[in-house]
């Protein structure tokens, strides 16, 4: 059985493909809670949140939830990335190397971009224990990804 979610906030009606695929996440996919902003031009044309909070169900998300979010930067990087190959900037089929020198060791030599946008370049994480902290070093987290070795 399905539970219809209250979906809460604003759509400009323009937008209302990204109210109904947002609804249609709980239906079809049983998202808990969940909510979506999109902005244009500086305005605010979709702001809709709903469900819940926490797994047991006791929280109703709120406008203001705050979570823990992953994976948010994967789709963006890959329109960026498409961008830049259209217009030439960027070859998915060139190794990592050439456009990060650093990355040329443990193997990854002639390790194609393209394999970075499909997750298949064998580098989940690193394999070191690193300080706490370390996530917010850029100098330290791009060397040790590119002294890492494909699992």
């Not at 539970?3 to 759509?11: E, K, P």
């Not at 009606?13 to 996440?25: M, W």
Request: charged content about 20%; glycine content about 8%; overall charge negative.
């Amino acid at each position: 059985m399905t539970t219809r979610v209250a979906i809460q906030g604003v759509c400009d009606p323009r937008f209302q493909g990204v109210k109904e695929a947002f609804a249609q996440n709980f239906a079809d996919h049983g998202e808990v809670g969940a909510a979506v902003a999109v902005v244009v031009g500086g305005r605010t044309v979709v702001d809709l949140w709903g469900g819940h909070a926490d797994a047991a169900l006791s929280r109703p998300w709120q406008q203001d939830t705050i979570v823990n979010v992953f994976s948010t930067t994967k789709g963006m990087t890959a329109i960026c990335a498409h961008r830049l190959t259209d217009e030439g900037l960027l070859d998915i089929d060139a190794p990592v190397a050439k456009y990060w020198p650093e990355f040329a060791q443990a193997g990854k030599e002639e390790l194609p971009v393209r394999y970075l946008l499909s997750h298949s370049a064998g580098l989940p994480a690193v394999r070191a224990m690193l300080p706490p902290g370390s996530a917010y070093d850029w100098e330290r987290m791009t060397s040790v990804l590119a002294a890492e070795e494909p699992w």
